[in-house]
C-alpha cells in the first residue's frame, strides 16, 4: 500500500490525539459531551491546533485518532492549509467531524489513503501506530506530550513537529507503548495539568516565540 | 451604593473581556456565533478563565462585558471557586450564560450589587469602567492585553490581578481609554495575534510556572 507522501509536505507542526471514548459514526451536535464521547474535547483540539485570530495555522494540522462505537478506530485529519468553511466554535467543527465519519472507509479499509470528506478534512482507517509511522516516514519527529516530560522550554526542536496527546482520560497501555517507541522525547508544559486543548494552545506559543525569537 | 466587598475575596486572577456584539437577552445554544453576537467565543473565554483538567481554578475568575442588543451592557461574572454543574463544553457554558441573562436587572438598577444567578454565576447592570473600579478597589492590579505591550516575561506581578481583553473586533475607543487608564502596564503575549480564550490560556499559563518558579 502506499500513501500520499505530498499530504503533509506543507505542514509543519501536528497535533495527534487519541480519544478513547469519541464516538465514530455520526453523533447528535446538541449532546457531544455525553453520547457522542466528549466529542467537545475533539473539537476544541481541532480548532485550538489550526485557529489564530481572523485566520488559520496554514502550516499547522490536527489529527484526532476516535476509538469509540461502533466502528474503532477512526482517524480524522484537519489541515490549516485546506480548510474552507471552518468556524472556531464547537458546533461548527462538530459538524464537520459527523460529516467525516459518514465518509465509507469499508470499501478502502485498515491504513488505506485518507479519503477527503470536506476542504481540508480527511479520514481514514487508522490508529496510533499507523498514524505516528506515516508521520515520521513523511519526515516528523514525534514528540509525547506527558506531564513528567522534560521542560519544553529546554528541547532544541527541528524543523516538522508532531506532538502526541491523551484525552482527558489518557492513553491505554497500549497506545502508551506506541508513543514512547515513536517519541524523540517526552516533554512536559506546564506544573498545572492540563486540558489538551490547553496544551495544544501551549506548545503553539512556545514554537512561535522560539520562531520570533523572543523566547 | 455599596457593594459586596467579599465578592473578590478569595480571587487572586480574574479575566475580563469586553464582547462588542455579544446579546443581552436570551439567545439560541444552536446560532451562538451567529444571532448571539459570538456568543462561542464568550463561552470559551469563561471556561478557559477556569477550568483545568478535571477540575476547576478555585483562585480564579471571569468577567464577561456584553455589549449587544437589547439592553447592553450586562456583566456576567463566573467564579471559579464557587461553579457548580459547570463543564467546560460551549453549549453548557452557553446555557448558563443565557440563564444569567433572563435575571432582572431592572429593579436593581445600574451598578448595583451582582445578582446571583447560579452557583457562581452572578450578573449586574455594568460597563468597563465599573468593574474596573470595583476590582481596583477590592485590591486588583488591572493589566490590559494588548499586542503592542511590554512582554508578559518582564513583568513583576502582585498577588491580584485583574487582566483585560477585547474580542475579535477589539474594545471600542471609549472602552480603550478606559482601560488605559486603569492599567497599571500593557501587557504582550505572543507574536502571533490571538484569540481571546487562547491569551487566557497562556496567561495562566505563564503566571503557574512563575508559581512554581519554572520559569
Given at each position: 500500500m502506499s500513501l500520499d507522501r505530498t499530504l503533509f509536505s506543507d505542514v509543519s507542526r501536528v497535533f495527534?490525539?487519541?480519544?478513547s471514548r469519541a464516538v465514530t459514526s455520526?453523533?447528535?451536535?446538541?449532546?457531544?459531551?455525553?453520547?457522542?464521547?466528549?466529542?467537545d474535547l475533539v473539537c476544541r483540539f481541532?480548532?485550538?491546533?489550526?485557529f489564530i485570530s481572523h485566520g488559520v495555522r496554514k502550516d499547522s494540522a490536527a489529527i484526532a485518532?476516535?476509538?469509540?462505537?461502533?466502528?474503532?478506530?477512526?482517524a480524522i485529519l484537519v489541515k490549516g492549509s485546506e480548510v474552507r468553511y471552518m468556524a472556531p466554535d464547537e458546533r461548527n467543527v462538530g459538524g464537520i467531524i459527523r460529516k467525516a465519519l459518514s465518509v465509507d472507509l469499508k470499501s478502502a479499509g485498515w491504513n488505506a489513503e485518507w479519503k477527503r470528506s470536506t476542504p481540508g478534512v480527511y479520514v481514514a482507517k487508522r490508529g496510533l501506530e499507523e498514524v505516528l509511522s506515516e508521520l515520521e516516514q513523511s519526515g516528523f519527529d514525534?514528540?509525547?506530550?506527558?506531564e513528567d516530560g522534560k521542560d519544553i522550554r529546554n528541547i532544541r526542536f527541528g524543523k516538522k513537529l508532531a506532538f502526541v496527546l491523551g484525552d482527558h482520560i489518557g492513553l491505554s497501555e497500549e497506545d502508551e507503548r506506541i508513543a514512547e517507541?515513536?517519541?524523540?522525547?517526552?516533554i512536559?508544559?506546564?506544573p498545572v495539568s492540563l486540558q489538551a486543548d490547553q496544551c495544544v494552545v501551549i506548545?503553539?506559543?512556545?514554537l512561535d516565540r522560539l520562531a520570533a525569537e523572543v523566547r
Open positions: 495527534v490525539i487519541v480519544c455520526p453523533f447528535s451536535l446538541n449532546d457531544m459531551p455525553g453520547s457522542a464521547g466528549r466529542m481541532i480548532a485550538q491546533s489550526i485518532i476516535l476509538k469509540g462505537k461502533p466502528d474503532p478506530p477512526k514525534v514528540y509525547y506530550l506527558r517507541a515513536h517519541a524523540k522525547e517526552i512536559s508544559l506546564s506548545t503553539h506559543y512556545e
